[in-house]
């Protein structure tokens, strides 16, 4: 079963997937260890001649250190005792019948006490779950806490811990299309703490994703986009800043591109995880609004005077301003367009709902919006999301 996500037509894999060592790799191993055994039994039986000392060159160039090389070792100090691998027990059902496989992916720890944020695929139909430290140190009492309902996220709990190392949440909304990152993961689900680096490559991506054996989809919004190598097992690991901040969990790869890998902005999930910390659950806020996106097409569409922001529009399906949500309390109407979410700019600091995903349920927003052409604010107290 891949531990990946891909776009739809098969463009993303899904990132959980061990990959099978090749015998052939075993018997070079083997045959290399049988080789070294004979070339000893020959230097010392052979009355051979005293053993010449290996000659360390003063220009050695591998000594040199740029600084961006000390950058990303620094960070990578700093946040790989943070960064977890996680191996999981799946039953699949196949002609066969069902039968158990392992998969793996990757997790951040977020507090002393054993708490850690994942991908939510990484976890889906797992019966068993073992978390491996850096140091080598393997957990098996582990519970998911919960998953979050619109978002590729799952919080997990290590049972009986109170010294762990958490990794520093950054702030997604300040991310910059060029800056350099990092990230870490438990790659192919073999090279734990595999460490890649890039920049970010866009922002506000969406991704029509599925894990490539169902013809199930879940549609990820506002995406952060790098170009650092992200492989099967990567998911729910860090995309980190060069400060060591975690600004990402790095969710999907696109598979027949290069360079192409997607993940979560942290600030989408820091409402939730207020609420998980506090014992509460996995409790995500809601603002009860359909919109859309404004891009080119969109304002030209609804004869719009703006290029950015959030256009409140429904559909039969889905109503504009849902009755009884937090936003028809507030006074929010269809044809309002959203600009800002507490001084943050829709769009170029991040979506709707990855901005009000940085706070809990009960907490009060200010939402800035254009309606007739003049700009207003509303106070907002954000409701819990019921799925």
Do not use: C
């Not at 020959?42 to 000659?55: K, L």
């Not at 920049?199 to 506000?204: A, L, N, R, T, V």
């Amino acid at each position: 079963m891949p531990d990946s996500k891909m776009p739809q037509k098969g463009l993303i894999n899904r990132l959980r997937r061990f990959v099978i060592v090749l015998l052939v790799l075993v018997a070079g191993i083997v045959i290399g260890g049988a080789s070294m055994g004979v070339y000893w039994f020959i230097q010392n039986n052979g009355n051979t001649s005293t053993v010449t000392e290996r000659t360390v060159s003063k220009d050695d160039g591998n000594k040199l250190t740029t600084d961006e090389e000390s950058v990303i070792a620094n960070v990578v100090d700093k946040v790989s005792p943070s960064v977890v691998s996680i191996v999981t027990n799946v039953t699949t059902q196949s002609i066969f019948g069902l039968a158990e496989r392992e998969a793996a992916g990757t997790g951040v720890i977020v507090s002393k006490d054993g708490y850690i944020l994942t991908n939510k695929h990484v976890i889906t139909g797992a019966n068993k779950l073992e978390i491996i430290l850096s140091d080598g140190t393997s957990y098996t009492d582990v519970a998911v806490v919960g998953t979050d309902p619109l978002n590729d996220v799952a919080y997990l709990k290590i049972a009986g811990v109170t010294n762990l190392s958490p990794a520093t949440l950054g702030d997604s909304s300040t991310v910059r299309v060029g800056q350099g990152i990092i990230a870490i993961g438990n790659s192919l689900g073999q090279y734990q703490n595999t460490v890649t680096s890039g920049i970010i490559s866009g922002k506000g991506r969406p991704v029509a994703a599925s894990d490539g054996t169902t013809q199930s989809t879940e549609l990820l919004t506002d995406l952060l986009q790098t170009d650092a190598a992200i492989n099967p097992g990567n998911s729910g690991g860090p995309l980190l800043n060069r400060s060591g901040q975690v600004i990402g969990l790095n969710t999907a790869v696109a598979a027949d591109a290069e360079g192409i890998g997607f993940a979560i902005p942290i600030n989408a999930t820091k409402g939730a995880l207020k609420s998980v910390l506090a014992g509460k659950g996995v409790q995500r806020s809601y603002l009860g609004l359909t919109y859309a996106q404004i891009t080119a097409d969109v304002a030209m569409k609804y004869n719009l005077s703006v290029k950015q922001g959030a256009y409140v529009v429904g559909s039969e399906a889905s109503p504009a301003v849902r009755p009884g949500s937090p936003a028809e309390k507030a006074g929010i109407k269809e044809k309002d367009i959203v600009i800002k979410i507490n001084g943050l700019t829709v769009g170029a600091q991040g979506s709707v709902s990855s901005l009000i995903g940085e706070y809990a349920p009960g907490d009060t927003v200010t939402v800035t919006l254009l309606r007739d052409g003049k700009e207003r604010e509303i106070k907002v107290t954000l409701g819990t999301f019921n799925s």
